[in-house]
Each structure stands twice: as C-alpha cells, then as structure tokens.
C-alpha cells in the first residue's frame, strides 16, 4: 500500500512539473525600444517597438542598460528575423518630427539603426522607416 502511494505521489509530481514547464513555453517576448526614461515615455515607445513585429504591447517594459535600452513586452511567442537593410513598420508617422521620436526606436526593435528615412504607406495607419545593418 505505501508503494502504491509513493507511486501516485511520484506521478502526480511529474505530471505537475510537465505542466508548468509547458506552460512557460508560451510566455511573450520582450523587444529593444532604446532607452525609455518613465513610464510616460513607454506609452509612446513601446506601441512603436511592438508595431515592428506586428505585435501588441502588453503593458510591461524594463530598462536593460540604464540610459542606453529597454525592453518591451509584446503578445509574441516568437521573434521573426528581419532582413536589414529595409523598411520596418512604425505604425502612423504625422510628419518629420514625428519621425525623428518614433523610427530610432522602430530600428532598434528591428536590431538595426534608422537611416534617416521614412514613408506613409497607409495615411493615418501604417508608416515605415528605413533601417540599416548596425
């Protein structure tokens, strides 16, 4: 009798530690906004971050480097390779200044830098910006 128990305790333990170690598999992913100084500063940067991807920004942000990066936690459960140079989504850019707030920290998402330029490709919805190798 104290054999069989130890036998059910040893499978209700196994079982259990494959539950949790599957269900830290699906965790979201988190993506380089440069430094992000307040969380003021996060509202407006980590949309832009996540936008690179696609993604949703779930509200969480970290400084990795203090004064030189942060992270963003996006709805990812994985990060796709984006080919540099190119263009990255920025999400709507209204005009040149805006761009200068919003495209460094869309390269840096994307692991690159900004080369000064970006477009409109949806008026009002979707711009991009041209990102180059670091």
Sequence with gaps: MKNKFLLSLGAVIIGSSA?????????????????????????IK?????????????????????????????????LPTIALPGDVN??????????????????AAANGVWNGNWTTTIPGIMSVCGVNRP
């Excluded at 936008?51 to 990795?64: R, S």
């Excluded at 920025?90 to 390269?107: E, M």
């Design 19 to 43: 539950v949790f170690g599957f269900s830290s598999q699906a965790s979201a992913l988190d993506v380089k906004a440069g430094p992000i100084w307040n969380n003021d500063d996060a509202q």
């Design 46 to 78: 980590c949309p832009v971050a996540a936008q690179v991807y696609n993604a949703q920004w779930n509200g969480q942000w970290v400084t990795t480097v203090f004064g030189q990066m942060s992270v963003c936690g996006t709805n990812l459960t994985f």
């Design 90 to 107: 920025a999400g709507p850019i209204w005009n040149n200044d805006d761009a200068q707030l919003k495209c460094p920290v869309a390269a």
